[in-house]
């Protein structure tokens, strides 16, 4: 039978299996959907249900375990090492650790015990390590004193300038001494002061390394916001005035002036150093003024 042209336009396109099959896999199944909704809603409160059984019964279990190792004695901190100290005492760094009685050496923080020990007044820097199962190490870095440096008392400096603590009454200390310095000035102009401090520790390096055959030693160092600084020598008690800057040229020339005078620089009271390439010196009152007269004459000119 033969359609119509028009009722084969009308006819409905017959799909094939395949492509039923592509349409079928597209077409959401609402109950897939809904069952896996249902398990991750179920597993999520089985999560915040563990989470708030955990939270609550953390204290507990936490106690517990701590208890539990307490009671065999394996991880007690039982011995604290402690090296590198000479100023500070190892009672003191043992109570700057802060360890609880019968503390377990996995339950504090390292850090924080490391930073206690580091406020210490002589300590620089600390190495803790744990040493299983039940032993602690400190590896201890002082800061070493350099001079005195006085204010109200005295105090003991570092190379870098920095003020350790008070110097110890009961203990004799061979450091020069620094001063120049008020309680009110260095309150009201640290950063001059601190700056002035740094100079002169600058200037004692420098003796230390190119003065050890040098007879004379530092006994005093002067700090002056104008002048700079003034070192004042042990055994002749000779005044050096060193200015700002320039301090390792101008104790050369300095040198070089005493080898020129020889004995005669008994007589002189003062070295000026400060100028560009110059050295000034200054005599002592004499008496009768005739040996000082001739020292002066003999000295004109050396530079």
Known sequence: MILPRSDKSKRRVRISNSRKDVRRARRPNSKSVNRKLLLFLA???????GSGALWLWWPTLVTSV???????DGFLVKEVIVQGNFRSSRQDIIKALGLAPRQLIFTFDLKQVQ???NALPFVRETQIHRRWPDRLEIMVTERRPKALFYLDELYLVDRDGGLIAPAPKNEMLD???ISGASVTQWQNQPEVWIRLLKKALTLLSIWEKRGRDWPEKVAQVGLDEVCGVTV???DKAWELQLGLEGFDERLKR????????GERAMAVSYFDCAGTDTVVAGLRPHPKGTFSEKLRAQTDGVD
């Open 66 to 72: 701590d208890g539990w190792f307490k009671g065999r």
């Open 232 to 234: 004042f020598t042990t």
């Open 43 to 49: 597993f999520a409160c089985l999560c915040g249900l």
């Open 175 to 177: 450091f020069p001494l």
């Open 115 to 117: 930073n206690r020990v």
């Open 254 to 261: 300095w040198r070089q002036v005493l080898e020129v005078l």
